[in-house]
């Protein structure tokens, strides 16, 4: 059945290709039906991948081969909550390593121009910190960080 809430990405191509590289990288992720186009339409051919249905940690996607008329911007996020470092690490190797681009405070985008915040939960747990002066601390150390590397916040939040 289909889910009655379904988050539609663009991609100037690749859909599949990048459904698969989600599914492969994150747990509860899966790829799901491909349709293809019963018509031409403005940057494809009848017969193109048109859509695929796919799933990234558990939320409903739908990935559109729509061509290059709009793209990706950061005002659109995947943010994936991270136990330790080894899994900040590998999801956010896996993002950069293959053909993606680090940005900052943990954010980093993959080769179709998605962008992805990969945030541990002792970040988040650091910059909430009831103690005001540990929270930022914790918060100006993130802000000179890409990755976020936690023993660093920790140590930061402890002053």
Not at 75 to 84: E, G, H, I, K, R
């Amino acid at each position: 059945m289909t889910p009655k809430n379904t988050i539609c990405i663009w991609y100037e191509g690749g859909a599949v290709e990048a459904a698969t590289f989600y599914a492969k990288t994150f747990p509860d992720s899966a790829v799901g039906a491909v349709y293809y186009a019963p018509g031409d339409y403005p940057d494809g051919k009848q017969g193109n991948v048109l859509t695929v249905e796919f799933t990234v940690m558990g939320i409903p996607c739908l990935g559109l081969n729509g061509g290059p008329m709009f793209k990706h911007s950061e005002a659109f996020s995947f943010q994936v909550a991270t136990d330790d470092q080894a899994e900040t690490d590998r999801l956010w190797n896996a993002i950069v390593g293959n053909g993606g681009q680090e940005s900052a405070c943990g954010w980093c985008k993959d080769r179709w121009g998605l962008s992805w915040q990969i945030t541990p939960r002792a970040l988040m747990a650091a910059i909430s910190d009831p103690n005001p002066a540990a929270a930022k601390r914790a918060f100006d150390a993130m802000m000179q960080m890409g990755k976020i590397d936690i023993a660093t916040i920790e140590a930061a939040r402890r002053g």
